[in-house]
Protein backbone atom coordinates (compact mmCIF):
# COMPACT_ATOMS: atom_id res chain seq x y z
CA UNK A 1 0.00 0.00 0.00
CA UNK A 2 1.53 3.47 -1.17
CA UNK A 3 -1.09 5.55 -0.32
CA UNK A 4 -1.80 7.44 3.18
CA UNK A 5 -5.14 8.42 4.06
CA UNK A 6 -5.46 10.87 7.03
CA UNK A 7 -8.27 12.67 8.37
CA UNK A 8 -7.85 15.52 11.06
CA UNK A 9 -10.17 18.17 12.44
CA UNK A 10 -9.13 21.34 15.36
CA UNK A 11 -11.80 23.70 16.66
CA UNK A 12 -9.87 26.98 16.81
CA UNK A 13 -10.83 30.03 16.12
CA UNK A 14 -9.77 31.02 12.35
CA UNK A 15 -10.79 34.62 11.38
CA UNK A 16 -8.15 34.56 8.36
CA UNK A 17 -9.97 31.39 6.56
CA UNK A 18 -10.25 32.85 3.21
CA UNK A 19 -7.08 33.98 3.29
CA UNK A 20 -5.53 30.44 4.52
CA UNK A 21 -7.76 28.82 2.01
CA UNK A 22 -5.06 29.87 -0.51
CA UNK A 23 -2.18 29.14 1.28
CA UNK A 24 -3.54 25.65 1.90
CA UNK A 25 -4.86 24.63 -1.54
CA UNK A 26 -1.34 25.89 -2.80
CA UNK A 27 0.74 23.58 -0.68
CA UNK A 28 -1.47 20.94 -1.27
CA UNK A 29 -1.26 20.90 -5.15
CA UNK A 30 2.19 21.27 -4.44
CA UNK A 31 2.90 17.97 -2.89
CA UNK A 32 0.43 16.16 -5.42
CA UNK A 33 -2.50 15.53 -2.26
CA UNK A 34 -5.98 15.37 -2.78
CA UNK A 35 -8.73 15.47 -0.82
CA UNK A 36 -11.16 18.35 0.92
CA UNK A 37 -10.05 20.55 3.55
CA UNK A 38 -13.01 22.29 5.41
CA UNK A 39 -11.90 25.82 6.86
CA UNK A 40 -14.23 27.61 8.95
CA UNK A 41 -14.21 30.47 11.81
CA UNK A 42 -14.42 28.07 14.24
CA UNK A 43 -11.27 25.56 12.99
CA UNK A 44 -10.56 23.22 10.65
CA UNK A 45 -11.62 19.50 9.05
CA UNK A 46 -9.35 17.69 6.53
CA UNK A 47 -9.25 14.74 4.75
CA UNK A 48 -5.96 14.34 2.51
CA UNK A 49 -4.59 11.48 0.43
CA UNK A 50 -0.82 10.97 -0.92
CA UNK A 51 2.38 9.55 -0.74
CA UNK A 52 3.48 8.93 2.56
CA UNK A 53 6.13 11.67 2.61
CA UNK A 54 4.13 14.43 1.07
CA UNK A 55 0.95 13.91 3.53
CA UNK A 56 3.39 14.12 6.52
CA UNK A 57 5.43 17.20 4.90
CA UNK A 58 1.88 19.22 4.69
CA UNK A 59 1.21 18.11 8.20
CA UNK A 60 4.26 19.04 10.02
CA UNK A 61 4.01 22.74 7.49
CA UNK A 62 0.31 22.82 9.06
CA UNK A 63 1.74 22.37 12.62
CA UNK A 64 4.22 25.14 12.26
CA UNK A 65 1.64 27.61 12.51
CA UNK A 66 1.35 27.24 16.46
CA UNK A 67 -2.99 26.81 16.45
CA UNK A 68 -2.67 24.16 14.78
CA UNK A 69 0.01 22.62 17.42
CA UNK A 70 -3.21 20.45 18.51
CA UNK A 71 -3.84 18.66 15.85
CA UNK A 72 -3.81 14.77 15.93
CA UNK A 73 -4.72 13.06 12.03
CA UNK A 74 -5.87 9.45 11.65
CA UNK A 75 -3.62 7.20 9.44
CA UNK A 76 -4.86 4.80 7.60
CA UNK A 77 -3.04 3.02 3.96
CA UNK A 78 -4.28 2.18 0.70
CA UNK A 79 -3.20 1.31 -2.65
CA UNK A 80 -5.10 4.01 -4.18
CA UNK A 81 -5.79 7.39 -4.77
CA UNK A 82 -9.56 7.68 -3.14
CA UNK A 83 -10.04 10.96 -4.05
CA UNK A 84 -10.41 12.36 -7.26
CA UNK A 85 -9.14 16.03 -6.77
CA UNK A 86 -8.15 18.61 -4.05
CA UNK A 87 -10.50 20.97 -3.15
CA UNK A 88 -10.56 23.75 -0.03
CA UNK A 89 -13.63 25.15 1.19
CA UNK A 90 -14.68 27.98 3.19
CA UNK A 91 -17.46 27.46 5.34
CA UNK A 92 -20.04 28.63 8.33
CA UNK A 93 -19.43 25.54 10.14
CA UNK A 94 -16.19 22.84 9.72
CA UNK A 95 -19.40 20.75 10.56
CA UNK A 96 -22.95 21.87 10.51
CA UNK A 97 -25.30 21.64 13.12
CA UNK A 98 -26.83 25.17 12.92
CA UNK A 99 -27.01 24.95 16.74
CA UNK A 100 -24.79 28.33 17.62
CA UNK A 101 -24.76 28.52 20.84
CA UNK A 102 -22.38 25.79 20.70
CA UNK A 103 -19.13 27.03 20.53
CA UNK A 104 -15.94 24.45 20.39
CA UNK A 105 -13.41 26.96 20.63
CA UNK A 106 -14.62 28.24 24.04
CA UNK A 107 -14.31 24.53 25.51
CA UNK A 108 -14.34 21.46 24.90
CA UNK A 109 -16.42 18.50 26.75
CA UNK A 110 -14.61 15.66 28.39
CA UNK A 111 -12.81 13.40 26.02
CA UNK A 112 -12.24 9.99 26.95
CA UNK A 113 -9.74 8.03 24.73
CA UNK A 114 -10.66 4.79 23.10
CA UNK A 115 -7.85 2.12 25.15
CA UNK A 116 -10.90 3.46 28.34
CA UNK A 117 -14.08 2.94 26.40
CA UNK A 118 -12.62 -0.11 25.50
CA UNK A 119 -12.36 -1.10 29.37
CA UNK A 120 -15.23 0.20 30.13
CA UNK A 121 -17.23 -1.93 27.41
CA UNK A 122 -15.41 -4.82 28.89
CA UNK A 123 -16.89 -4.01 32.55
CA UNK A 124 -20.46 -2.66 31.54
CA UNK A 125 -19.83 0.22 33.79
CA UNK A 126 -17.45 2.93 34.42
CA UNK A 127 -14.83 3.22 37.08
CA UNK A 128 -17.57 4.91 39.37
CA UNK A 129 -19.82 1.77 38.85
CA UNK A 130 -21.82 3.44 36.35
CA UNK A 131 -24.13 2.59 33.63
CA UNK A 132 -22.03 3.31 29.74
CA UNK A 133 -23.69 3.45 26.91
CA UNK A 134 -22.33 4.46 23.58
CA UNK A 135 -24.27 7.37 21.63
CA UNK A 136 -24.11 7.38 17.65
CA UNK A 137 -23.95 10.98 16.61
CA UNK A 138 -23.75 9.85 12.55
CA UNK A 139 -26.12 9.65 10.24
CA UNK A 140 -28.33 6.46 9.76
CA UNK A 141 -27.13 5.30 6.68
CA UNK A 142 -23.30 5.00 8.37
CA UNK A 143 -25.09 3.20 11.82
CA UNK A 144 -26.16 0.69 9.17
CA UNK A 145 -23.07 -0.11 7.91
CA UNK A 146 -21.39 -0.79 11.61
CA UNK A 147 -21.33 0.36 15.31
CA UNK A 148 -20.86 -0.61 18.70
CA UNK A 149 -23.06 -3.43 19.69
CA UNK A 150 -25.93 -1.93 21.49
CA UNK A 151 -25.30 1.90 20.45
CA UNK A 152 -28.31 4.31 20.68
CA UNK A 153 -29.07 4.86 17.58
CA UNK A 154 -31.84 7.87 16.65
CA UNK A 155 -32.11 7.29 12.93
CA UNK A 156 -31.06 10.96 12.62
CA UNK A 157 -30.32 11.71 8.92
CA UNK A 158 -28.46 14.90 8.99
CA UNK A 159 -26.13 15.89 11.65
CA UNK A 160 -28.69 18.93 11.88
CA UNK A 161 -31.24 16.91 13.35
CA UNK A 162 -29.31 15.63 16.39
CA UNK A 163 -30.50 18.90 18.97
CA UNK A 164 -34.05 17.99 18.48
CA UNK A 165 -33.02 14.19 18.47
CA UNK A 166 -31.70 14.91 21.93
CA UNK A 167 -34.33 16.92 23.14
CA UNK A 168 -37.00 14.13 22.40
CA UNK A 169 -34.24 11.18 24.00
CA UNK A 170 -32.68 12.89 26.90
CA UNK A 171 -34.68 11.75 30.05
CA UNK A 172 -33.54 8.06 27.86
CA UNK A 173 -29.67 9.25 29.09
CA UNK A 174 -30.19 10.12 32.29
CA UNK A 175 -28.40 8.51 35.39
CA UNK A 176 -25.56 7.07 32.78
CA UNK A 177 -22.14 8.01 31.37
CA UNK A 178 -22.55 8.49 27.95
CA UNK A 179 -19.64 8.11 25.51
CA UNK A 180 -21.17 10.52 21.99
CA UNK A 181 -18.55 8.61 18.98
CA UNK A 182 -18.73 9.53 15.36
CA UNK A 183 -15.83 8.52 12.44
CA UNK A 184 -12.85 11.23 13.34
CA UNK A 185 -14.68 12.91 16.76
CA UNK A 186 -15.91 15.89 15.05
CA UNK A 187 -19.45 15.47 15.90
CA UNK A 188 -19.49 13.57 18.32
CA UNK A 189 -16.79 16.93 20.41
CA UNK A 190 -20.27 19.37 19.19
CA UNK A 191 -22.75 16.89 20.58
CA UNK A 192 -21.20 15.90 23.75
CA UNK A 193 -21.09 19.80 24.64
CA UNK A 194 -24.93 20.36 23.37
CA UNK A 195 -25.54 17.41 26.00
CA UNK A 196 -23.74 18.91 28.70
CA UNK A 197 -25.64 22.45 28.16
CA UNK A 198 -28.86 20.58 28.34
CA UNK A 199 -28.07 19.52 31.52
CA UNK A 200 -26.64 15.80 31.35
CA UNK A 201 -23.40 15.59 33.55
CA UNK A 202 -21.81 12.45 32.54
CA UNK A 203 -21.14 12.71 28.74
CA UNK A 204 -17.99 12.46 26.99
CA UNK A 205 -16.49 12.21 23.67
CA UNK A 206 -14.62 9.31 21.89
CA UNK A 207 -11.53 11.11 21.38
CA UNK A 208 -10.45 10.03 17.48
CA UNK A 209 -14.09 8.92 16.87
CA UNK A 210 -14.46 5.23 15.38
CA UNK A 211 -11.03 5.72 13.49
CA UNK A 212 -8.96 6.65 16.53
CA UNK A 213 -10.58 3.39 18.29
CA UNK A 214 -9.73 0.73 15.38
CA UNK A 215 -5.98 2.29 15.24
CA UNK A 216 -5.48 2.01 19.41
CA UNK A 217 -7.90 -1.83 20.16
CA UNK A 218 -8.78 -4.68 18.76
CA UNK A 219 -12.34 -3.36 17.78
CA UNK A 220 -13.61 -5.00 19.82
CA UNK A 221 -17.54 -4.24 20.83
CA UNK A 222 -17.78 -2.97 17.42
CA UNK A 223 -19.81 -4.45 15.03
CA UNK A 224 -19.51 -3.98 10.55
CA UNK A 225 -17.56 -1.49 9.76
CA UNK A 226 -16.84 2.63 9.33
CA UNK A 227 -18.55 4.12 6.30
CA UNK A 228 -16.31 6.92 5.46
CA UNK A 229 -16.54 9.62 3.14
CA UNK A 230 -13.99 8.91 0.06
CA UNK A 231 -13.80 5.85 -2.84
CA UNK A 232 -12.76 3.30 -0.03
CA UNK A 233 -16.76 3.83 1.45
CA UNK A 234 -16.17 1.67 4.35
CA UNK A 235 -12.47 0.56 6.64
CA UNK A 236 -13.00 -2.63 8.75
CA UNK A 237 -11.51 -2.61 12.34
CA UNK A 238 -7.95 -3.43 11.21
CA UNK A 239 -8.09 0.10 9.10
CA UNK A 240 -8.23 -2.04 5.65
CA UNK A 241 -10.96 -1.43 2.72
CA UNK A 242 -13.83 -3.57 2.89
CA UNK A 243 -17.17 -3.79 0.78
CA UNK A 244 -20.91 -2.76 2.10
CA UNK A 245 -23.89 -4.25 1.03
CA UNK A 246 -25.72 -0.61 0.48
CA UNK A 247 -25.67 0.85 -2.57
CA UNK A 248 -27.25 4.24 -1.24
CA UNK A 249 -26.46 8.27 -1.73
CA UNK A 250 -24.13 9.40 0.80
CA UNK A 251 -25.71 11.62 3.13
CA UNK A 252 -25.06 14.79 4.19
CA UNK A 253 -22.84 15.18 7.24
Not at 45 to 59: C, D, I, P, R, W
Not at 210 to 233: M, N, P
Amino acid sequence: MNTLNISAYQFIALPDAPALRLTLLDRALSLQLKGTILLAEEGINLFLAGSGEAVHSFVNQLKADPRFGDLRPKESWSDYQPFKKMVVKVKSEIIRMDHPTIQPTEGRAPAVDAKTVKRWLDAGVDDEGREVVTLDTRNDFEVDCGTFKGAIDWRIRKFTEFPQALLDHKAELAGKTVVSFCTGGIRCEKAAILMRNVGLTQVYQLEGGILKYFEETDGAHYQGSCFVFDERRALAADLSVTPISQDGVKPEI
